[in-house]
């Protein structure tokens, strides 16, 4: 049963998803290598400096209403939405009589919360001091703690509740929102000129090795029982 289970974990699917999660770790000690060099502070300043005003730099591109939308976006990464967002999909989860997944839920979106509060530590990188900040920060800058929370809640999330819908039309929308609220919320970030964009590249690229994985994790556990299998697409 053990040697069965351990083929049926390297299927192509996952094997695939295993490939993805090298690639972002990759990604991410590349970026923070370079980083620590120096060798993309061009490449920062250059992204950063063409979302302001060429006349003003201290003036976001687009009309006042552009940057209050961004406020409300990157709002979206906030320690606050993404645990009430996190406890109301496992109480969905639970009254679903997915009891399993609730918990792999939890575990997975606060063990990558912590995650990354010991990166932005260990990295210690100032933020950046071309153009004013848009909003109050307390934090160093690399990774993006909110790109990075982002990925690890909401793909986590997307990831884990997918695995239980009944269709794929319903398994591609809610990983393709995700999707889109994460790149969302990293893109706002710049935009108020509180990280630089390799910041930013570097918390999606750990927050989706990190949702993978998870993914991986769930997977392993449905073969040996411990969580629900996952839900089979009905033929439409």
Do not use: N
């Not at 991410?28 to 992204?47: I, N, Y």
């Not at 990157?74 to 679903?96: C, E």
């Not at 509180?194 to 994985?213: F, Q």
């Amino acid at each position: 049963m053990r040697a069965r289970s351990s083929a049926r974990f390297l299927e192509p699917r996952a094997l695939a998803v295993l490939l993805v999660v090298a690639l972002c770790a990759w990604a991410f000690f590349g970026l923070a290598d370079e980083v620590a060099e120096g060798e993309t502070h061009a490449f920062d300043t250059r992204l950063l400096l063409a979302l302001r005003s060429p006349a003003d730099p201290a003036d976001p591109l687009g009309p006042g209403w552009v940057e209050e939308l961004m406020r409300d976006v990157t709002g979206l990464g906030g320690v606050g939405v993404l645990s009430a967002i996190t406890l109301a999909v496992a109480g969905f989860l639970w009254l679903h009589g997915k009891r399993g997944s609730m918990w792999l839920v939890l575990v997975a979106v606060t063990g990558g919360q912590a995650m990354s509060s010991l990166a932005k530590i260990g990295f210690d990188r100032p933020r950046p001091d071309l153009v004013p900040h848009g909003m109050q920060t307390y934090t160093a800058s690399f990774p993006s703690g909110h790109s990075m929370m982002a990925a690890v809640t909401y793909l986590t999330l997307a990831t884990i509740v997918a695995r239980v819908q009944p269709t794929r039309a319903l398994k591609a929308y809610v990983l393709t929102l995700a999707v889109l609220v994460t790149v969302a919320i990293g893109v706002s970030r710049v935009y108020l000129g509180v990280h630089w964009p390799t910041d930013v590249l570097a918390g999606w690229s750990a927050g989706a090795a990190w949702a993978l994985g998870c993914w991986l994790v769930a997977h392993w556990l449905a073969l040996r029982g411990a969580v629900e299998a996952e839900t089979e697409p009905e033929e439409r």
